[in-house]
Each structure stands twice: as structure tokens, then as C-alpha cells.
């Protein structure tokens, strides 16, 4: 695209070679996926300039709701949370994330947090019920070798169109899982 400004470097964010501080580090369901998310913080903060943003966002995805109840809603985050937990990423990292920058030596965070909220008659429904579909798709080796459920029982193939019509069935919402972010400025 002709930009002079912009790099790309592939590799663990937290354990980079030193190099021009950076005004802002931010990452979105990052921290979930270290097995000691703090002193991922930490390897990170270090990028920044002083007086540099550290922003993340993480999610807790034990916090999803249909109302009324939808089974194959519940069903998914059922298997996705337990597939997490058993490859090693932590589903509720949001509500670890203060705690994370205080052990991090970080000033602590501002905090805000988001749901979403979705009627049975939204437009994005379909697109939504499509992103779960994928998201089990990427965890399958997960689900399958732990039993969490069978390839039968989940149908990828037709996972978003059961999905979309069992929520708009219940002719309710849906409440998505709470989205924490958390930011500070890093100390001068």
C-alpha cells in the first residue's frame, strides 16, 4: 500500500529485542493465552515510552447469556470455556486483568467493560451464529481429544444456520460475554 512507517515482525510479542519505545502496546484476547499473563505484562510494558498506554482487552467468556435459555447457546460456551481451560488459555482472564497489571509493577488500570446485547431480530445474528461455528472449528482437535462433544453432535457444517434459528426461535437476546478493557500509563 506504500507505507514507509509500518513493519511487521512475527514472533512473541513479550520476549522482542529491544528497539524504539513505542507510544501505545495494545492487545486484544492476548493475555489469555500466556501462561503468566503478568509477566507477559511486564516483557511488553517495556516497549513502551514512559509515560506510554498499555491497553488490553480480554473477555469472560463464562459470562454469555440467552434469555430465554437457548440450549445450543449454553452448549457452546460449555465446550469453548472447558477447551480453553484445557489448552492452556484462561477464558476468564478478564476479571484477571487488574490484578495482572498490579503484579506487572504497573500503575494500576482503569477498567471499563462491555456486553453486548443482540434481539432474535438483529441483522448480525446470522454473521454471529457463523463466527461460534468457526470458533469450534478451531478448537475441534481440542474438543475431540479431551470428549468434550463428537463431530456429530456439533455438525459444523450446519452449526450457524441451528444456532440462528434456535435463538430467533426463543424469540429473545442474547447477551454477550463481558469484554474488560483495562489500561494505564506507564510509569516516567
Not at 45 to 61: L, T
Not at 122 to 137: E, K
Not at 160 to 169: D, F, G, H, K, P
Amino acid at each position: 500500500m506504500g507505507y514507509s512507517n509500518v513493519t511487521f515482525v512475527q514472533g512473541d510479542p513479550a520476549e522482542m529485542p529491544g528497539q524504539e519505545p513505542f507510544d501505545a502496546v495494545v492487545g486484544r484476547f492476548v493475555l489469555m493465552y500466556y501462561p503468566n499473563p503478568a509477566e507477559a505484562l511486564r516483557g511488553l510494558a517495556r516497549h513502551v515510552r514512559p509515560g506510554g498506554v498499555i491497553v488490553f482487552q480480554e473477555s469472560d467468556n463464562t459470562g454469555a447469556r440467552a434469555f430465554p435459555p437457548v440450549p445450543l447457546f449454553e452448549r457452546f460456551f460449555e465446550i469453548t470455556v472447558r477447551a480453553h481451560e484445557l489448552s492452556g488459555s484462561d477464558p476468564r482472564m478478564a476479571l484477571k486483568l487488574y490484578p495482572a497489571f498490579i503484579a506487572a509493577g504497573l500503575p494500576a488500570p482503569s477498567m471499563e467493560v462491555h456486553v453486548g446485547i443482540m434481539g432474535f431480530q438483529d441483522p448480525y445474528l446470522d454473521p454471529l451464529s457463523y463466527f461460534f461455528a468457526q470458533s469450534l472449528r478451531s478448537l475441534m482437535p481440542t474438543i475431540l481429544k479431551h470428549g468434550l462433544a463428537t463431530e456429530e453432535e456439533l455438525s459444523l457444517e450446519t452449526f450457524a444456520q441451528r444456532l440462528a434459528a434456535a435463538l430467533r426461535e426463543a424469540r429473545g437476546i442474547l447477551m454477550s460475554p463481558p469484554f474488560v478493557g483495562a489500561w494505564t500509563r506507564r510509569a516516567a
